[in-house]
């Protein structure tokens, strides 16, 4: 069974700043995914940014970017020039490859950052 | 393009009764999802389906059960409802092969 750990509950920065949530992970497997998800006050989970574990080179989508470390098992999200529009409760999460698609585990989720951005 | 959407939105239950939540995929996505996420905590996986079939299944007992139709939407039953129920319902479709599952806005379940 597969384990995500999100050490800081809550974070909270100034606008603008560039702010980093931590993430890691236990696996056996050598296959796999990871991903931050964005939950603000709404509940509506939304993908912020996607990993293939076979992939050396590290996902960015605008200011969000990660730092995907295999060996160590770490998986840390940057948000760069951070808005309001930023608070939310961040998870990161897990799924294994699945050969004939689908996921057969779905998403394994760590219990989340919740994080403020200070006006 | 429509999201996916779940409905009802929020729902009140009596302990004993059975619920019935459902969901429309994404066009175009095969593999429907569920997850039971309580409040202050990370969703937890429920069920997994992938072409119609089961593909794979959560730590929740049998009072938990789902399908998926021809068409990919999707049915998450819940029957003889206890307290320990109420919960955030989360439906999430994807392409498969780890493309990113996309999430509905949820059911909010209260069992009284």
């Known amino acids: 069974a597969q384990t995500v750990t999100q050490s800081q509950p809550e974070m909270s920065v100034q606008e603008a700043e560039t702010v980093t949530l931590s993430c890691t992970y236990d696996?056996?497997?050598?296959?796999?995914?990871l991903f931050w998800y964005k939950q603000p006050p709404s509940r509506q989970m939304i993908l912020v940014i996607r990993?293939?574990?076979?992939?050396?080179q590290n996902a960015t989508e605008n200011r969000f970017s990660v730092n995907f470390q295999k060996a160590a098992k770490s998986f840390s999200l940057k948000i760069s020039d951070s808005q309001l529009g930023d608070t939310a409760m961040y998870f990161c999460?897990?799924?294994?490859?699945?050969?004939?698609?689908?996921?057969?585990?779905?998403?394994?989720f760590g219990k989340g950052t919740h994080l403020i951005i200070q006006p | 393009d429509a999201g996916v959407t779940q409905s009802p939105t929020h729902l009140i239950k009596t302990r004993g009764q059975h619920v019935t939540l459902r969901c429309s995929p994404i066009?175009?996505?095969?593999?429907v999802s569920w997850y039971q996420q309580v409040l202050g905590q990370g969703p937890q996986f429920i069920f997994q389906?992938?072409?119609?079939?089961?593909?794979g299944r959560g730590n929740f007992p049998d009072r938990f059960s789902a399908r998926q139709f021809p068409n990919y939407s999707s049915e998450l039953n819940v029957n003889a409802l206890l307290l320990g129920d109420s919960a955030l319902y989360l439906c999430?479709?994807?392409?498969?092969f780890g493309g990113g599952a996309f999430f509905g806005q949820g059911t909010r379940l209260t069992v009284v």
């Open positions: 389906y992938y072409e119609k079939e089961e593909r």
């Open positions: 066009s175009g996505h095969k593999s």
């Open positions: 999460a897990f799924m294994k490859h699945d050969t004939a698609g689908g996921g057969a585990d779905g998403l394994t």
């Open positions: 990993q293939e574990a076979y992939k050396q």
């Open positions: 696996t056996s497997e050598s296959n796999y995914y």
């Open positions: 999430a479709s994807s392409l498969g």
